[in-house]
């Protein structure tokens, strides 16, 4: 019974962080439906940067932060600008391969930048473990827990209250009405590049604070597909309570079904629910159900 | 000189090889291709049999996307099932490389059917989603279901051989490849224009207006899912007999992107395009690989830059050829035939 809370506890914990990438994902989705499946990719770079920063100039942590936020809104601004907006109207494979393109370019680039060397970032957050009572939470899992936690929740916020959120979201919902209104939808799909850059780089600083930064760990970035389809494509909500179940099950099959098959369960678990949730219910738990029976 | 095209028949429109001028120059090139390893070192014979493969499997992969308009981020996966389907035939059942070939890719062709089931229910974004899940589901299998394939340490394949006569080196195993080859490039660019290519198109350019012109959306593209990854599996198998060794690590998702890129390059939905693009993504990294080498001479550590560096390039290609080139090398191949088939007076 320990067992099963303390790795339900993990699951939640890891599953804040698949939220918060997978918020990377469907913001670029919602206002642009483009699948950026170079946000893995994205996650390393800003991981490296702020790494970098952190250590080079001696920074405080804080600054070295929104330094890295800063770059993040730069990227995906020039990317969109210099990329993607050539390719609108464009069919959907052409819009795909790109992000791949750009994963490899980028990833190429990072890894020509620092060399593929494994590092850890400097202790910024106490490292006492969390102690609930029945379970046990790593100090590294909980800040990422609460920095996946407070960053969906600034997101959410933006939608909602402030005009740019609200343009992104007329944007998202008819892209002609939100014309007609004035809004520029160009700014707003550049903005939507920036913001799910923004929230890639956030997953990578965390998820180096985790486990250490490597050029690989993009490789989370395509785990996380699950997490998108099973909360809907276009759902910021869908995102996190799908990141938290993937991450659930993820580690409830490390446990039980990883001694069974003789290890690598875990790795390959999401995408074996990915299958069942597309064959299933393809939209995911709260996605809009656009998608044609053909 | 030529100055037009002048057609008065659907079959003449139709031919492959559409004047004497083409067909002379097809066999110059075949004898050409014939001749090559009477000429060639060891090192570009490697190099010719690995775009031989490339070959094969971009062009499978171009009927799947290219025609029938259906992504697959998971070819590389079916190029392993074929590997792994001869490789076990012939270490454990005794088969011989000539019966475990057609079955590899029969084999291949039954996985792609699996994975194609979906695209019934899911399509574009989502089916690309589904293959990209089953390129790892199928990894996985390939490196945990040890009692079959031998986990991570893989299996030692005999090379193939016909009687007592060995296809065991670079200019033996290049005949077969090429044979392969030409049969595979035959056969795709005449289905493509029979019935079967015409629903693959229809499918592509209005899913729905062709369902209501009487194709069985179904059928059509789990013919498509069949026949391009029995073309994986062939160039699967034909790789694993080449290197006589297979493991995990030679069909890695890596390689799904690359064969997409081949396809990309070359030209969605032409035939022609996707041996261009497969001669010409297998030959840049090369020369990138030959560069880094001259390289090394000059700046000291420039070696463990030809990774990455061959990362940029190929992302770069990607990218580049989709924002400036989107038809690919294809087109720019008929340009350049269109003009020098009027020129010096191109007005």
Redesign the interface.
């Known amino acids: 019974m320990d067992i099963l809370l303390q790795v339900i506890v993990t699951g939640i914990a890891t599953g804040g962080v698949y939220g918060l990438i997978a918020l990377g994902y469907v913001l670029i989705y919602k206002a642009t439906s483009i699948?950026n499946l170079a946000t893995g990719s994205f996650m390393t770079l800003g991981a490296f940067v702020c790494l970098t920063i952190l250590v080079g100039s001696g920074a405080p942590f804080w600054a070295a932060f929104v330094g890295t936020l800063a770059f993040a809104f730069v990227l995906g601004i020039a990317i969109e600008r210099m990329?993607l907006r050539?390719?609108i109207g464009?069919?959907?494979?052409?819009v795909?391969?790109?992000t791949?393109?750009?994963?490899?370019?980028?990833?190429?680039?990072?890894?020509?930048i620092w060399?593929p060397d494994y590092r850890s970032f400097p202790e910024i957050f106490p490292p006492e473990p969390l102690n609930l009572n029945f379970a046990v939470v790593p100090s590294g899992l909980l800040w990422g827990f609460i920095f996946a936690v407070v960053g969906t929740l600034i997101f959410i916020l933006i939608f909602k209250f402030t005009r740019t959120g609200v343009a992104m979201r007329a944007t998202a919902n008819d892209q002609q009405a939100a014309l007609s209104m004035g809004i520029s939808v160009r700014w707003i799909f550049a903005l939507s590049w920036s913001f799910g850059a923004i929230a890639a780089v956030i997953g990578g600083i965390v998820i180096g604070n985790i486990s250490g930064i490597s050029i690989y760990m993009g490789d989370i970035g395509?785990k996380v597909?699950?997490v998108i389809?099973l909360g809907g494509?276009d759902s910021i909500g869908g995102a996190i309570l799908g990141g938290l179940i993937i991450g659930i099950l993820e580690n409830l099959t490390g446990i039980y079904i990883d001694p069974l098959?003789?290890?690598?369960?875990k790795?390959?678990a999401p995408?074996?629910i990915?299958?069942i949730i597309?064959?299933i219910r393809?939209y995911g738990l709260f996605g809009k159900e656009i998608?044609?029976?053909? | 000189m030529r100055c037009g095209d002048f057609k008065e028949t659907y079959i003449k429109d139709e031919e492959i090889f559409q004047s004497l001028f083409v067909k002379l120059w097809m066999c110059l090139f075949l004898l050409f291709l014939a001749a090559f390893p009477f000429l060639a070192n060891p090192y570009l014979l490697y190099v010719a049999n690995m775009i031989g493969f490339a070959v094969i499997a971009a062009v499978g992969l171009n009927l799947l996307t290219g025609f029938t308009g259906q992504i697959s981020l998971g070819h590389a996966a079916f190029a392993g099932v074929g590997g792994y389907t001869s490789a076990i035939l012939i270490t454990r059942l005794g088969f011989s490389f000539w019966i475990a070939l057609p079955c590899a890719g029969m084999m291949a062709a039954i996985a792609g059917l699996i994975i194609g089931i979906p695209s019934l229910r899911v399509k574009g974004l989502y089916l690309c989603i589904a293959t990209l899940a089953a390129q790892f589901i199928f990894d996985f299998f390939f490196i945990h279901w040890e009692g079959l394939t031998h986990g991570i340490r893989g299996i030692n394949v005999p090379p193939p051989s016909l009687g007592s006569f060995l296809i065991n080196t670079e200019k033996r195993f290049y005949f077969l490849t090429l044979i392969m080859v030409v049969l595979a490039v035959g056969y795709a660019r005449n289905l493509v224009r029979s019935r079967v290519g015409r629903a693959f198109v229809a499918i592509r350019d209005r899913d729905l207006a062709a369902e209501i012109i009487g194709i069985n959306l179904f059928r059509y593209k789990l013919i498509a899912f069949a026949i391009s990854s029995f073309y994986a599996g062939i160039a699967g198998a034909l790789w694993v007999g080449f290197i006589r060794i297979v493991t995990p690590e030679h069909f890695p998702f890596y390689l799904s992107i690359q064969y997409l890129a081949m396809v990309i390059v070359g030209g969605l939905g032409s035939v022609l395009g996707s041996i261009f693009g497969a001669v010409f993504m297998t030959l840049v990294p090369e020369l990138l690989n030959v560069l880094s080498g001259i390289l090394k001479d000059i700046f000291t550590g420039t070696t463990q830059l030809f990774i990455p560096l061959k990362e940029v390039v190929f992302g770069s290609l990607i990218v580049l050829f989709l924002i400036f080139e989107p038809r690919g090398l294809a087109e720019i191949w008929r340009r350049i035939k269109a003009f020098f088939l009027l020129w010096p007076f191109s007005y």
């Open positions: 699948l990329v050539q390719l464009e069919p959907i494979i052409s795909i391969m790109v791949i393109g750009l994963a490899f370019v980028v990833q190429g680039l990072t890894h020509l060399s395509l597909l699950a389809i494509l098959v003789g290890g690598g369960a790795a390959v995408f074996f990915l299958v597309l064959m393809p998608i044609e029976r053909v």
